[in-house]
């Protein structure tokens, strides 16, 4: 009996004599496909709609490729386009002619895979062009994420897996069948079924779903030796042979349900077009025997259709709804006493691979360039994606006035990180900044964390990672080469044979008419510039003195802080002393970190002020013409680096900017990624270097400002050491061996030292963010010394404070901070800015001395007078300000420990980066290139040169 649910299904009565009189007789039910795809067509419409309540910006694409002209083809891709138009989908059609390559075919088709707006792709069969193309490379050609006719052999591989699921998308024909089957109420388990026709499209997925439902299947052919027999066994009979009224009445088992692929043309003359459309199935006297059948046309064409929309959707939803919780494998840690070296550890473990994990957390692979197996680079597309989903929880991670040693900020980030996402299964992102080559093969070491707490694989991380640092060196050093050639170049040439040189091609380039527009100049064409308007153009008259640029590279070498250039030559005695920066010093590094787009970073560039012409106004890199090849450089330094911790959560691992004359975050980009990929529940922990007097107060002031997010808590992190150096220990240093203090308890040394957590957690209260105290636990530390800096850390105002042991053991030693965290977000906070950007640049930097630092005021020197003035009247007075000071004291002296107050801070200048959009006042000598110590850590570092493993590398 058939449970009739929404298709439409007929029956026809007819009288037939018998030797005992007359007698009725229901035949079959014909199953209408039109009823089943319209109302298949309206529920997917409906979704739409419902999805787009939530997510205004969903919106399903479809593309169509066509080779050629076929007419048929014609009629089917505006069969499926009006249905997308009905449904809400948008279908496009791209027409490609006939003299189509398979390369140029192959092109187009890669072209839309990585459109993340293209969320299905098919194309018409068959190929109508001049070369002989295989249709499988080109299916197999197409993403199968976006395969939405299904016949890609990856599709096809999951399909025909007994082990594996159904995959999401699938042959649109046998699915349909098997919808129509579903709602006309037939029974498919313990059948017999016939699928007559073996294609790749129909027959032999057909034939496999069929198995899925527990149907006894046999495939059958137009060879099939006698296939009447064989049909006539079947319950279940699917024809598509592709051979027009193949099957007979009689080859039909009585009451068996036959479905009818086929669809063939044949003459007929009672027909304007001089043929009809049949089926493989004699519809009409099979009609009579089978218990329901398709009609051809009507039957399981229109289904096939109403299919493609189904994948479509199917398609669009898997790109653009993420899941509300990853489905992450984590990696086991093997814990060890005593704790083996961080290179032994991190090459202990082996990292999943890259494209998997960016599967768990939801990243799609056209959104993503592989680095190999281990790291990859995440595009900004994947955020236009997620626009409209809401971001997660925002966690900064700061720390208090460290020693020299730091007190594992990295490390506490990714012991919170992995206890996050590993204890209490949240999805989670670390954001990290890169660290530079420089301290790696100098004495500070890596910054990948440490212990069983490290971003893996740790050699990459500290190393070349994915050429970002390389990158900036290059886009830097062609702005420091292009200031001294155009001085050199205006220095040696009259204005006429300037300008002439200048312009190529007798036309303006694009950057060249930005250039003419900020002068005020309207013209369009050299010709159309008076003799006046050609020396303003061309002559950029720059003030030697004024230059702000140095060079740059990204290893510690102090002979280059001052260096002498032009000594050749060929540069006629033009000499200038400059000096070499290292690269994460570049104010380019503080723009990368502080951009939120490609537009956004490629106009900072453009703003960029390298010095100040003889009459004081600023020259840019606008002006030099190199913004655009600075963002050539940097187009893919601006996609964050994929990695994952110990235990295989993500890891986000983007831009290095100085803590001191830049803001020291880790990217803007990087951590808007992570809020969209975590989702509502999930926690995103950024990092702010050096203390919070500089590295929050700046996250605070800088990067949220310009990046419109709110924190939603800090972890502020503290260590006994740290603490006992406040109150009054032996001086820390890189090299020295630790004083007896530090490695014996003395609770009064360390309560005296904690007026320098008080002071920090005093000032995250100012800004109205709940703050958890992370108190990373080193093996000296006695329990009494730990119980008292958390009492002492509640006592001050702190939400929680408790103590952390992720060296040592993971996840598991963070547990109960990753707890407290949670609970902090929760609370609701009341996130505000200690002044204004408006107010002046004088009284900006006056209320960080007295709110953060604690300071009495300030004391400007002629010179910063006069840089003030300066940069007020070039219009930077609303930039906020990027104090540049040491990170060993909440003042500008080094060796003012524990929480001083009653100081006078000196301003020496305030100099602009006006790209990375601060000021940032000196308070001293503020050294930007480190330079190598007596004993280098390259001394310890070496390469295996049989297994290329690393050793040496902390």
Known sequence: MFVQKFCVVTTKTILKPTTWGVSTRTLARKIDGNAVAIKLRKEIKEEIKEIQKHKPSFAPCLKIVQVGGREDSDVYIRMKMKAGDEIGIKTEKCSLPRTTSKQELLSVIKTLNNDNTVHGIIVQMPLDCDSEISSTSVQNAIDPTKDVDGFSASIAGELFKKSSQMPSLMPCT???????LQHSGVSVAGKNAVVVGRSDIVGRPMAEMLLREDATVTIAHSRTHNLSDVISHADILIAAVGQ??????????????????????????????????????AYDECFEVASAITPVPGGVGPMTVAELMKNTLLAAKARELQDDAWKLSHLQLRLKSPVPSDIEIASSQTPKDIADLAHEIGILPSEMDMYGTEKAKIKDCVMHRLEDAPDGKYVV???????????????TLIGLSQALSVCHKKNTFACLRQPSQGPTFGIKGGAAGGGYSQVIPMEDFNLHLTGDIHAIT?????????IDARMFHEATQSDEALFKRLIKGNKFSAIQLQRLKSLGIRGERPDDLTDDEKVKFSRLNIDPETITWNRVMDTNDRFLRKITVGQAATEKGFTRETAFDITVASELMAILALANDMEDMKSRFERVVVASDTEGRPVTCMDLGVSGALAVLMKDAINPTLMQTMEGSPVFVHA???????????SIIADKIALKLVGKDGFVLTEAGFG???GMEKFFHIKCRQSGLRPSAVCLVATVRALKMHGGGPKVAPGIPLAQEYKQEDLDLLEKGCSNLQRHIENCEKFGVPVVVAVNKFETDTEKELELVKTLAIKAGAMDAVVADHWSQGSSGADDLAAAVIQACEKPNSFRMLYELQTPIEEKIETLVKEVYHGDGIELSEHAKADI????????NDLPICMAKTHLSFSHNPNLKGAPSGFTIPIREVRVSAGAGFLYPLLGAIPTMPGLP??????????NAKTGKISGLF
């Open 934 to 943: 007596t004993r280098p850590s390259f001394y310890d570092i070496d390469l």
């Open 869 to 876: 003035a300066r940069y007020k009247a070039q219009g930077f």
């Open 656 to 666: 290095g900017p100085f803590a001191n004359i830049a803001h020291g975050n880790s």
């Open 397 to 411: 991670v700061a720390g208090i006035t460290p020693t020299p040693l730091g007190e594992g900020k990295s490390c």
């Open 692 to 694: 919070a007097d500089i």
């Open 244 to 281: 027009p009224e193949l099957v007979r009445k009689d080859w039909i088992k009585p009451g068996a349900v036959v479905i009818d692929c086929g669809i063939n043309a044949i003459p007929d003359e009672n027909k304007k077009s001089g043929k009809r459309l049949v089926g493989d199935v």
């Open 474 to 482: 290059a886009a830097n050093n062609l702005v420091a080469a292009a």
């Open 174 to 180: 046998p699915k349909g069948v098997m919808t129509l």
